[in-house]
Each structure stands twice: as C-alpha cells, then as structure tokens.
C-alpha cells in the first residue's frame, strides 16, 4: 500500500511505500513533492527541498542526501515530474542514489550508489 502525507507548512507531499515485511524489502520514499504540475529538480527549491529514499528495511538506504536528511549526497541527483493534482496526484521520477556515509553497502559488487525510476499514482488527499 501506500501512504501519502501532505506536507503543514507547504503544500507537498510525501510518499511511503509500505512494505509487509520490513526487514527483507525494499521500501521507496519520495519527499517533499510539490502540489502543482511540473518538474522539480532534487535541491531545487528551499524549504522542502524534493528527494528520493530507497531503504533496505536493514538499516541501510540510499538517498539524494546524506543521512541528516538535509545536505546533498555527492554525486547524488533526482529529478520527479508531477503530471496531475486532481483527481489523483501522478507523475514520473529518476534519481541516483548514494550509500549513507559510514552504513554497508549491500547492492551487488558493493556498489555504493543505484539508479532507479518509476511512477506514482494516489488519490488527491
């Protein structure tokens, strides 16, 4: 399933993919998506700033910024497309994920960073 929050002090909206076994899958979670059309760039826009979490439900994740959730993971990027608000909120996003500082890697070969894309479609909250 899905759960969406919108955001108090801007309109946006975070996005967690729930998961029924959290500690043997991966669990996607795109922050801060603007409530209008259009494409956002990671680190873009301040005060929400869009990015894009993959974790590993280990302890281990993946992101556009580093572990505070804030600063910019170098060599990290994210771009996500919002194509409809109403009735339902969808869109399109890509990003390139990197290891928080100091947690294992557990992608194949140790791999410290992963690229992924996708889509999203919920109800307008």
């Known amino acids: 399933g899905i759960r969406v ?37 990671c680190n873009s826009i301040s005060n929400g700033v869009p990015r894009v ?25 994210c771009s996500i497309t919002v194509d409809s608000v109403t009735p339902q909120v969808s869109g399109t996003y890509t990003a390139t994920l990197i290891g928080y500082d100091g947690t294992a890697t557990i992608l194949p070969g140790g791999d410290n960073s992963a690229t992924i894309s996708g889509s999203f479609r919920f109800p307008a909250p």
Do not use: C, H, M
């Not at 439900?57 to 804030?70: D, L």
């Open 5 to 41: 929050f919108l955001g108090s002090s801007q309109p946006r909206y975070t996005v967690f993919a729930e998961r029924s076994i959290k500690a043997s899958t991966w669990g996607l979670t795109l922050r801060e998506i603007p409530k209008e059309v259009g494409t956002f760039t």
């Open 53 to 77: 979490v993959l974790d590993s439900g280990q302890n281990v994740a993946y992101a556009t910024t580093t572990a505070n959730g804030v600063t910019p993971a170098v060599g990290a990027s």
